[in-house]
């Protein structure tokens, strides 16, 4: 029997896709070094943990769909710490950013209607608009200008009777780049010029470096009178390094949005009930955790950078956030070189997992030398790793 046209063509995870080789390399004696996937490695705070351990209840029951009332209190105070005053109300606890995501893109759209979205992205927006049928729109960027939003004249070209939002990532999974406030503004003046809405993936918000501001959706749309128009989705995986716990959330001041995310978390029933207690201990002490954390994967994509640079013909943007750097590499094939580094390549017993550029792009053709690196091991292996891809490099262009 046939599967569906949907079935049969969700894209793979380029993070993710060359996984069995991974396996069957470590199955070989072969340590591999992923360099692939945005899993850190610092210690989640203790008090998260604890907090899984304390839970004392006789039964772990059914939550509220929109997610315990005091972690979505704990996430607007979060939120309203950083400037702009947010309720309860305006919270929804998702299962993971991801669904966030997901939710937002079913609300926002019906199929076939159409998302604007700055490539490279985030992959796995490929693979929530195709299970919503929606399509999205990429605007080009280049490493050349350190992957900066295009003018406004190039992103009103590309809305259509069919756009119903503009998606952006600040800090930028995949390239680290954050956006200014006045591209930000730019942003919110076209949504509102267009009847759009904004949809802000700020899941990075805290991972920045060198005195570079990070500049929250939320306060540019007050000062602009578009709060109404903004959907904002995050997670706490990334800044209380908890991937898994599955805990995100969706954040609007449109009461609408908010309602007809919910009527789809109810079909899920309800957000994981022991991992909103954690997350409730972790924002209780991100004011401690996340500075240190900071300064720790500051000098990582330095390490990084400076490996980069003696890679002859490797062209990259230094990331002003985020954990991810993405260079265009001296190689024909991104794909053949990263099946190369784990079907055939070794040194001192070790290789190195890439994610690999084409799937962060919804242009064909685009990402062909590129990878995704995440600078998420700790230093003395991020080097080694590093190494490993220079010499990886060499070897298959020696072929």
């Not at 449109?254 to 789809?264: D, G, K, M, Q, W």
Request: charged share 25%.
């Amino acid at each position: 029997m046939d599967l569906s046209q949907r079935g049969r063509t969700m894209p793979a995870s380029p993070i993710r896709k060359l996984a069995g080789l991974a396996d069957a390399a470590k199955a070989r004696g072969t340590r591999v070094y992923g360099l692939n996937i945005g899993q850190p490695d610092i210690a989640t705070p203790p008090e998260m943990l604890e907090a899984v351990r304390g839970f004392d209840e006789t039964v772990l029951a059914y939550g509220p769909s929109a997610g315990l009332p005091e972690t979505r209190s704990a996430m607007a105070r979060y939120l309203t710490n950083l400037g702009t005053p947010v309720d309860p109300s305006n919270v929804l606890v998702t299962d993971g950013g991801s669904e966030a995501i997901l939710f937002a893109m079913a609300a926002l759209c019906d199929p076939g209607d159409e998302i604007i979205v700055f490539e490279p992205f985030y992959t796995n927006y490929a693979g929530f608009a195709h299970i919503t049928s929606v399509r999205l729109v990429p605007i080009t960027t280049s490493v050349e200008n350190g992957y900066r939003p295009p003018s406004i004249d190039r992103i009103e070209a590309a809305i259509t009777p069919r756009t119903r939002a503009i998606l952006y990532c600040s800090p930028s999974n995949p390239t680290g780049t954050i956006l200014r406030r006045g591209e930000v503004r730019v942003l919110v003046d076209l949504v509102k010029k267009h009847d759009l809405f904004l949809v802000a993936d700020e899941v990075y918000r805290e991972f920045v470096y060198d005195g570079v501001e990070h500049v929250g959706v939320l306060e540019v749309a007050a000062d602009a009178g578009a709060l109404e128009r903004v959907v904002l989705v995050d997670s706490i995986s990334k800044r209380f390094s908890a991937c898994g716990a599955r805990i995100g959330f969706l954040c609007s001041p449109n009461p609408s949005v908010i309602e007809a995310c919910l009527r789809f978390g109810q079909s899920r029933l309800c957000p994981p009930t022991i991992d909103q207690y954690a997350a409730i201990a972790g924002y209780g002490v991100i004011d401690r955790y996340v500075p240190p954390m900071i300064d720790e994967y500051r000098r990582r994509r330095d390490l990084v950078m400076g490996a980069l640079a003696d890679i002859e013909g490797a062209v990259c943007a230094r990331p002003e956030g985020a954990f991810y750097v993405m260079p265009r590499i001296p190689v024909d094939d991104a794909d053949a070189f990263a099946a190369f580094m784990l079907d055939d390549f070794k040194h001192d017993g070790a290789t190195v997992m890439l994610a690999t550029g084409a799937g962060f792009y919804a242009t064909p053709g685009l990402g062909r030398d590129e990878i995704r690196i995440a600078y998420v091991l700790q230093e003395d292996h991020l080097a080694i790793a590093m190494d490993l891809l220079k010499r990886g490099i060499d070897a298959y262009n020696e072929r």
